[in-house]
């Protein structure tokens, strides 16, 4: 908006969805309705209701700020309806709209119709309507003419004296004349209905009389003002030695209604009424002034308050960045590690081993634990078989004839044989370079001992 410096807004986007379908108009007897077609204008009567209606609308998005608002990101669905409500807060910043020009721009990778919204008032129209009677007689007043006509015999009937003696000097006789048919023709009209009201049964004794009350009975206000009864004063005097009763142990009403017989204590009364109302009115006042001005500081420290705070630098932002930058690299070596263990044909053991150790410095555990746990099995897995291939390469000229050496080798094609149970249930892909089964019948044909291996033994 401009011209209204300093003005605080809020914005609020709403998508209006479609009615149900349970609440859609139908005529009586008519076939089943077909599905709203996407874009299609709705009507309001669908809704079924503006409370419905409202039921229908919902928060997408919510901003605010000082002259400006920006909703940096906001999807719209093909074919749906939008409502925008601004509104200006007046505890945040001015309260005047006077002068102000509103600007709205929209950047999209598509089009936009943008238009007043009128939903609302199509259902107050639709409300009035439904007062209607829908019996109402062709030949017959309608229900808002009859109110304009009573309307109008009241005020014939109650007007001033003066502004009836203006009219009439105005009018003269042609204004009388004029206005005894219009009486007549009322009061003809009012028989006519009473005729009407009569024929009808009516099981309410309120709804039966009611034609004939309203209309002639006319209101009577019954105002009673209290009275407290007066004791006679004492005739005799007080004995000499009783002293006389103070005037404030009288009873309150009682001294007052005695007051009141004559015209001076009434006066005084009266007086004394109106200086206490006085003085409680002034105190009232003299608070509203402190109110008022307590307001108006309060006020003026929530201006600098909010101009302190507009200006201050955002102390998050380091931070955020901060924060940004670490999960971009968290995601990068996600990514990576990823690649290796997914990729068959990634089998160097000291990649993988940099692309884990990267991965748990970034905290790739922390949204990824699986992936963790298959990088470090297919490690693992790497390094047992490329530790058997090399057993298998310083064994194979030499036999395995020392039984720590044979029980040795034979852990070691166990633990590789685990492993790889253990990457086929998380099924993971092996690259066909790395001869697993070869390296396994190799393993076990080795393992095996000579069938002569005992009696050479016994020779030596």
Known sequence: VSGLPGAFLGAQLVAQLPPREE????????????PLALGAPIDPRDYGGRRSWLSRCKTVAEESGVEVVTLPHVILCEGSTYILYVMLDPFKGPAKLEEGQWLLELYGSGEVEAGA??????????????????????NQPSRQERAAASRERWLKKHRPEEEAEGGGAVGGAGGDAAAAPAEEEDTGE?????ERAANKTHAN???RDFVSLHTEVEPVLSVEDPYVVAKDPP??????????LP??????????ARLALGKVGLEEVRKETVAMSQVQWEGITAEMEAAKNKNLGQLAELTVWQEERAKSKLKFL????????????RFQKQSDLMESVGNPERVDTAALSGALESAKEAGVGVWNSELIEKAELKLGFLEALAALKAALGEAS??????AAAREAFARSVGQAKELLQKAKAKQMALSPDLAVEETFERAEELLKEPEDSGAAADTV
Request: charged letters at 40%; aromatic letters at 2%.
């Open 23 to 34: 609440t859609r108009h139908r005529e009586e007897g008519a076939a089943a309705l077909e």
């Open 117 to 138: 919204d009128t939903m609302e008032q199509d259902l107050e129209v639709l409300v009035r309507k439904s007062w209607e009677d829908p019996t109402q007689e062709p």
């Open 190 to 194: 009012l028989r006519r209905a009473q």
């Open 205 to 207: 004794a309120v709804l």
């Open 235 to 244: 005739l005799e005097p007080p004995p000499v030695d009783e002293p006389p």
């Open 247 to 256: 005037e404030e142990d009288i009873e309150p009403s009682e001294h007052v």
């Open 318 to 329: 380091e931070e955020r960045e901060r924060l940004k930058d670490a999960l971009q690299l």
């Open 397 to 402: 000229e030499p036999p395995l004839a020392d």
